[in-house]
C-alpha cells in the first residue's frame, strides 16, 4: 500500500510553506517573507481523517522568469506536479490575482490532476471572506479560503483534498514479492546494479548524472522467489545547482522507499562517505525500513590491501551511527562481485522485518535487563517498568508499559532495544518502541 502525494504549489511568497507546516503539525519548512525562501522541495508525513498521505512542499513557481534559481524552483514544482496525486494550488487573498496565478492555473490544468484551489491569508472572513469569489476567476472550481497562520479553514480544506485520494493508491493489492528500493547519490551505479542483477538492460545506464529522473520497477526471480527492485533516480547534496533534474528527484526517491521493503542504498567506494549518503540513509532509516548499506564500484579502489575493507567499515559505522542495525555489503555492478548476495541478505532482512518475538520471552529479557541496568530516576521517583509486548511488524514495533513516560530516557530505551537484538539479531532492521504509562497493578510498587 502506497501513501497518496500531496503537492503544495503557487507563486512565490503566498505562504505555502506555513500552509505545510500546519498540514504537517509541525515547523519543518523554513518560513520567512522573501520570496523564493523554499528553493528545495520539502515532504513530510501528513493524516487527516484516518488518510495517511506524504506532503510535499515547493518552492514559487515563476511560470516566466529566466533566473536560473527561479527557473529550478520552477522545474521542481513541476516534477512536484508529475508526481503527485492531488495538487495544492495556494493564492493570496490579500495580493488578489495576478497574472502568475492564472499562469500557474494552466500549468496546473495540463497536468490533469486533482487541483484544490487554496485561497491563503484570509485571517478573517468577515474582512476577506467576499475576496474569496474572486479566485473562481481561475476556473479551477471553489476556492477554499484559510488561514495558515491562524489555522483557520484548515478542515474544510483537507476534506476536499482527501475527497480525490485514488482508490486504488489507497487500497492497493499486495503483491507476493519482496520489494528493494535503490537509492543514492547519482552515478553511484543504481542501474547498472539492476542490469547486471536481471542478465540484460533493462534501465537505461549512463555516466550522465540524473539518467533515472523516473522510479522503474524491475521483477527479478531468483531461486524461484520474486524481488522487485525499484530503481530511483539519484540524489545529490543541497545547493548543487548545475542539474536541474537530479536536485529534484527527491520526491519520487521518498515514493519509492515507501513502496519499498528494504532499501538498497549505493554509495560510491572511489567517492567515500559522504554527508549526503547519511542523508539519504535516513529516508529509510525514518520509514522504518530494512537496510542495506551497499558499497558500489569496489573493483575501481585502487591499492587495496586486507585492511581496506576493515577500514572503510569502521568509516560507515561512523557515518551511519544513527542506524547500528544497517548490513555492510561491498560489491561491483561492473564485475558482478557479490551481487548474489543481495538476495541473501535481502531475504534475511524481510524474515527480521516479520519476526514475531512471544510476549513471555520479552518480558523475560525486560526482566533480565532491569536487574543488569537499574532504570534511571528523576527528583526521587523511579522508573518502573511493568511489561512488553509485540504489536506489529515491518517494523518490528514493541509497546512497553511504564510509570512514568517521562523518565524513559531515551537511552534506556536504546539499552533495552540492545537486549533484544542481543537475543535475537534483527539484522538490517529498525525496531520501533511505544511507551505507555499505567498505573501500578495490584501488587506492584510504584515509589
Same mark, same amino acid.
Given at each position: 500500500?502506497?501513501k497518496v502525494?500531496v503537492?503544495?504549489?503557487?507563486?512565490?511568497?503566498?505562504?505555502?510553506?506555513t500552509?505545510?507546516?500546519?498540514i504537517?503539525?509541525k515547523q519543518?519548512?523554513i518560513?520567512?517573507?522573501?520570496?523564493g525562501?523554499?528553493?528545495?522541495?520539502i515532504y513530510?508525513d501528513?493524516e487527516?481523517?484516518?488518510y495517511k498521505?506524504?506532503?510535499?512542499?515547493t *518552492?514559487?513557481?515563476e511560470p516566466?522568469?529566466?533566473? =536560473? =534559481?527561479?527557473k529550478?524552483?520552477?522545474n521542481?514544482?513541476?516534477?512536484a506536479?508529475?508526481?503527485?496525486?492531488?495538487i495544492?494550488?495556494?493564492t493570496?487573498?490579500?495580493?488578489?490575482?495576478?497574472?502568475?496565478?492564472y499562469?500557474?492555473?494552466?500549468?496546473?490544468r495540463?497536468?490533469?490532476?486533482?487541483?484544490?484551489?487554496c485561497?491563503?491569508?484570509?485571517?478573517?472572513f468577515?474582512?476577506f471572506g467576499n475576496?474569496v469569489?474572486?479566485?473562481?476567476?481561475?476556473?479551477l472550481?471553489?476556492?477554499?479560503?484559510?488561514?495558515?497562520a491562524?489555522?483557520?479553514?484548515? *478542515?474544510?480544506?483537507l476534506?476536499?483534498?482527501?475527497?480525490?485520494f485514488p482508490?486504488?493508491?489507497?487500497?492497493e493489492e @499486495?503483491?507476493?514479492?519482496?520489494?528493494i528500493?535503490?537509492?543514492?547519490?547519482?552515478?553511484?551505479g543504481?542501474s547498472?546494479?539492476?542490469?547486471?542483477?536481471?542478465g540484460?538492460?533493462?534501465?537505461?545506464?549512463?555516466?550522465i548524472?540524473?539518467?533515472t529522473?523516473?522510479a522503474?520497477d524491475?521483477?527479478?526471480i531468483h531461486?524461484?522467489k520474486?524481488?522487485?527492485f525499484?530503481?530511483t533516480?539519484?540524489?545529490?547534496r543541497?545547493?548543487k545547482? @548545475?542539474?536541474?533534474?537530479?536536485r529534484y528527484?527527491?520526491i519520487?526517491t521518498?515514493a519509492?522507499?515507501?513502496?519499498?521493503d528494504?532499501?538498497?542504498?549505493?554509495?560510491?567506494?572511489?567517492q567515500?562517505?559522504t554527508e549526503?549518503?547519511?542523508?539519504?540513509?535516513g529516508?529509510?532509516h525514518e520509514?522504518?525500513?530494512?537496510v542495506?548499506?551497499a558499497?558500489?564500484?569496489?573493483?575501481?579502489?585502487?591499492?587495496k590491501t586486507?585492511?581496506?575493507?576493515?577500514?572503510?567499515? @569502521?568509516?560507515?559505522?561512523t557515518?551511519f551511527?544513527?542506524?547500528p542495525y544497517?548490513?555492510?555489503?561491498?560489491?561491483?555492478a561492473e564485475?558482478?562481485q557479490?551481487?548474489?548476495?543481495i538476495?541473501e541478505?535481502?531475504?534475511?532482512?524481510h524474515?527480521n522485518?516479520?519476526l514475531r518475538v512471544?510476549?513471555g520471552?520479552?518480558?523475560?529479557i525486560?526482566?533480565?535487563?532491569?536487574?543488569?541496568k537499574?532504570?534511571p530516576s528523576?527528583? *526521587?521517583?523511579?522508573?518502573?517498568?511493568?511489561?512488553?509486548t509485540e504489536?506489529s511488524v515491518?517494523?518490528p514495533?514493541?509497546v512497553?508499559?511504564?510509570n512514568d513516560?517521562?523518565l524513559?530516557?531515551?537511552?534506556?530505551?536504546?539499552?533495552?532495544e540492545n537486549q533484544?537484538?542481543?537475543s535475537f539479531g534483527?539484522e538490517g532492521?529498525?525496531?520501533?518502541?511505544i =511507551?505507555r504509562e499505567?498505573?501500578?497493578g495490584k501488587?506492584? @510498587?510504584?515509589?
Amino acid at each position: 500500500m502506497r501513501k497518496v502525494i500531496v503537492a503544495v504549489v503557487g507563486r512565490p511568497n503566498v505562504g505555502k510553506s506555513t500552509l505545510f507546516n500546519c498540514i504537517a503539525g509541525k515547523q519543518i519548512s523554513i518560513v520567512e517573507d522573501t520570496p523564493g525562501v523554499t528553493r528545495d522541495r520539502i515532504y513530510a508525513d501528513a493524516e487527516w481523517l484516518n488518510y495517511k498521505f506524504t506532503l510535499v512542499d515547493t *518552492g514559487g513557481i515563476e511560470p516566466d522568469s529566466q533566473d =536560473i =534559481i527561479l527557473k529550478q524552483m520552477r522545474n521542481q514544482a513541476q516534477l512536484a506536479i508529475d508526481t503527485a496525486d492531488v495538487i495544492i494550488f495556494v493564492t493570496d487573498v490579500r495580493t488578489g490575482l495576478v497574472d502568475a496565478d492564472y499562469e500557474v492555473a494552466d500549468m496546473l490544468r495540463r497536468s490533469h490532476k486533482p487541483v484544490v484551489l487554496c485561497v491563503n491569508k484570509v485571517d478573517s472572513f468577515k474582512k476577506f471572506g467576499n475576496d474569496v469569489y474572486e479566485f473562481y476567476n481561475l476556473g479551477l472550481g471553489d476556492p477554499f479560503g484559510v488561514s495558515s497562520a491562524n489555522q483557520l479553514g484548515i *478542515g474544510d480544506l483537507l476534506d476536499e483534498v482527501v475527497k480525490h485520494f485514488p482508490l486504488e493508491a489507497v487500497e492497493e493489492e @499486495e503483491k507476493d514479492t519482496i520489494r528493494i528500493a535503490l537509492i543514492g547519490k547519482p552515478n553511484v551505479g543504481k542501474s547498472s546494479v539492476v542490469n547486471k542483477l536481471l542478465g540484460q538492460n533493462r534501465v537505461i545506464v549512463s555516466d550522465i548524472a540524473g539518467t533515472t529522473r523516473d522510479a522503474i520497477d524491475t521483477e527479478i526471480i531468483h531461486d524461484g522467489k520474486s524481488y522487485t527492485f525499484i530503481d530511483t533516480a539519484g540524489l545529490r547534496r543541497k545547493g548543487k545547482v @548545475e542539474d536541474d533534474i537530479e536536485r529534484y528527484s527527491v520526491i519520487r526517491t521518498v515514493a519509492a522507499v515507501d513502496r519499498a521493503d528494504i532499501c538498497l542504498v549505493l554509495i560510491d567506494a572511489t567517492q567515500g562517505v559522504t554527508e549526503g549518503d547519511a542523508r539519504i540513509a535516513g529516508i529509510a532509516h525514518e520509514s522504518g525500513k530494512g537496510v542495506i548499506i551497499a558499497v558500489n564500484k569496489w573493483d575501481a579502489v585502487p591499492d587495496k590491501t586486507d585492511q581496506t575493507m576493515k577500514e572503510f567499515q @569502521e568509516k560507515l559505522k561512523t557515518s551511519f551511527s544513527y542506524m547500528p542495525y544497517a548490513t555492510f555489503l561491498f560489491i561491483s555492478a561492473e564485475t558482478g562481485q557479490r551481487l548474489q548476495k543481495i538476495f541473501e541478505l535481502v531475504d534475511r532482512i524481510h524474515e527480521n522485518q516479520t519476526l514475531r518475538v512471544r510476549t513471555g520471552v520479552l518480558n523475560d529479557i525486560m526482566m533480565k535487563a532491569v536487574a543488569m541496568k537499574q532504570p534511571p530516576s528523576d527528583k *526521587g521517583k523511579r522508573l518502573k517498568l511493568f511489561y512488553m509486548t509485540e504489536t506489529s511488524v515491518e517494523p518490528p514495533t514493541f509497546v512497553i508499559f511504564v510509570n512514568d513516560q517521562n523518565l524513559m530516557h531515551f537511552s534506556y530505551t536504546r539499552y533495552i532495544e540492545n537486549q533484544i537484538r542481543a537475543s535475537f539479531g534483527f539484522e538490517g532492521t529498525p525496531l520501533k518502541f511505544i =511507551i505507555r504509562e499505567r498505573k501500578p497493578g495490584k501488587g506492584e @510498587e510504584d515509589d
